[in-house]
Every structure is written in structure tokens, then in C-alpha cells.
């Protein structure tokens, strides 16, 4: 990857192509700085403070970076822009203009996928920060708490809850139901896991020994692969409520908990949905870690 020849100090004006209202708090966030702010592709909004609101073209044009949201593109390669009703694809042109700015993506492989035209230019991916993958798994253990408490009848205090996945997010939801002080029992699949998932004060079981899912109130996956699939859902209690926080595909088999009748929520991009001003927050100051970083 080339390195432009920049200035920390010449970096004066941001621009936000697409995303949730996480994008929005950014704006707001970054506008608070000091700097300023373009939104390109936010149609459907009217104004936001003294933001500047215009065109994806013109909003690449005229900032000195440029940041893309999480997701930054959907899966036909058009950029993501849910306050849009037009679907953009980043044209020649576009691109043309990409180049000469250092940008900022989540899940840059993908990205770059879409648009290899930019593999050799300063492309930074935010998300794979571990301030940034820290940060979010609180927002989204929060938020699958939330939506428990939403989606349960009983309380969180004294239910048999079951956590697939040991990573970054099911070890701050563990935390966090047992703070509730819940039954948590967490699934993983080795024995250091098992050793700090005994540590909370947890009951473990193997991930791989999932054959039947009996005697559990909430249920919550984040394992990105097919765990609940038609043979364990149909081993799992009706009256169960599964929430999945796996990204795409996800790992519950959703047409088979309709047949089963089993109670099952996906839940992505929760941080978007439940706490978007503080992960706004949380992207800003990555992009500006990574700029302190790169930039004298």
C-alpha cells in the first residue's frame, strides 16, 4: 500500500459516503473537532446541523479523506447507503478521485473485492482495529441484552442463559448476564476457554457436544456459522428464545425455527441499532488512531 505525502494538519475536511446513524454521530463527533463534514449519500436527509449534505460524487471531491461505513458495501458491490433510496456503485470517476485520498473501510477484504481498482492505494480498515473489536463487542453484548429483556417475559435475573461462542462478544455477554446474575452456561471448544469461562463463575460445555438444546430461557449465538441448523433446533425447547449476533450468514437456520416454532431474533448491527451515538464515537476515535499513526 502507498503512503501519500501528507500532513496530519492537511487533513481538513472528512467525507461520510452511506451508513446508519452510527455515520451520522461520527459526523457529528468528527464536526466537533473541528473539521469538516460532507454526507454523500444521505438522500432522505434534510439537514444536520451545519453538516454539509450532498452527492457521493461531490462529497469524495471535496474532503481531504474519506470514510466508508460497516458494513461499507452490501453484497452487490453498491455502497452502503440506508439513508438513500438509489443504490450507488463507485464509478471510474470515483474511483479516480478514491485514489488520491486516504480511505477508511470495514472489512476492507471486501472492499477491495468489489473494487480492486484501489488495492494498491491507502485503504485502512477500522474494524479490524482491536480497540475498534473491543469497543463494539460491549455495544453488542448491551444490545443482545436489550433486546432479551424486550423479547423475554420473565426477568434476566435468575434465567438459564446459554452463550455460543467464547470470542469477543460472548465473553463481555457472559460477563454482563452474570453481573444480571443469570444461569450462564457458555459454549466453547477448548480447555483455556473452558478455564475463564469457570473463572466468571460460568458452567461450560463443549460446542462441538451441541446435539439438544433443552432447559435454557435465552439462548444467544455468536458464532458465524451454522450451529442452530434443522437438527438442533428441532432438539431445542419451543418456549426457547435463540437471538443470533452472528454476522451474515449467521449461524441459526431461521426457515427451520419457523417450522419448529421455535423463537428465534437476528440480530445485527446492533450497535447501530441500539447505541449509535457511542459507536460513532467508537469509530472516530479509531480513524483517528490510525491517522495519529500514519500522520505526523
Not at 419457523?258 to 472516530?284: F, M, N, Q, W
Amino acid at each position: 500500500m502507498r503512503v501519500l505525502k501528507m500532513k496530519k494538519s492537511e487533513l481538513k475536511a472528512f467525507g461520510i459516503i452511506g451508513g446508519d446513524k452510527r455515520q451520522l454521530f461520527l459526523a457529528k463527533s468528527i464536526s466537533d473537532c473541528c473539521y469538516d463534514v460532507i454526507l454523500g449519500g444521505f438522500d432522505k436527509l434534510k439537514s444536520l446541523g451545519a453538516i454539509v449534505i450532498s452527492d457521493i460524487k461531490t462529497a469524495i471531491s471535496k474532503s481531504d479523506a474519506i470514510i466508508f461505513p460497516l458494513p461499507s458495501i452490501c453484497a452487490d458491490g453498491t455502497v452502503n447507503t440506508p439513508f438513500s433510496d438509489n443504490k450507488t456503485r463507485l464509478d471510474e470517476e470515483m474511483i479516480s478521485l478514491l485514489k488520491e485520498k486516504p480511505i477508511f473501510v470495514a472489512m476492507k477484504n471486501k472492499f477491495l473485492k468489489a473494487y480492486p481498482q484501489l488495492a494498491d492505494c491507502e485503504v485502512y480498515d477500522y474494524s479490524a482495529k482491536e480497540e475498534f473489536a473491543v469497543a463494539n463487542a460491549l455495544l453488542t453484548a448491551e444490545g443482545a441484552v436489550e433486546i432479551a429483556m424486550n423479547e423475554y417475559e420473565g426477568t434476566i435475573f435468575d434465567s438459564k442463559c446459554l452463550v455460543c461462542g467464547f470470542g469477543r462478544i460472548g465473553k463481555m455477554l457472559a460477563k454482563m448476564l452474570k453481573s444480571l446474575n443469570a444461569q450462564v452456561t457458555v459454549s466453547a471448544r477448548n480447555e483455556v476457554d473452558f478455564a475463564y469461562i469457570d473463572a466468571l463463575g460460568c458452567k461450560h460445555i463443549n460446542t462441538n457436544a451441541l446435539k439438544s438444546v433443552k432447559g435454557y430461557d435465552l439462548v444467544f449465538n455468536t458464532i458465524p456459522i451454522m450451529i442452530f441448523d434443522s437438527d438442533l433446533l428441532m432438539n431445542t425447547d419451543r418456549n426457547t428464545i435463540i437471538i443470533d449476533l452472528a454476522s451474515l450468514p449467521g449461524g441459526v437456520d431461521f426457515e427451520a425455527a419457523r417450522r419448529y416454532k421455535t423463537d428465534a431474533v437476528r440480530a445485527l448491527s446492533l450497535p447501530g441499532r441500539t447505541a449509535p451515538k457511542a459507536a460513532g464515537e467508537i469509530i472516530r476515535k479509531t480513524i483517528f488512531n490510525i491517522i495519529k499513526e500514519v500522520y505526523r
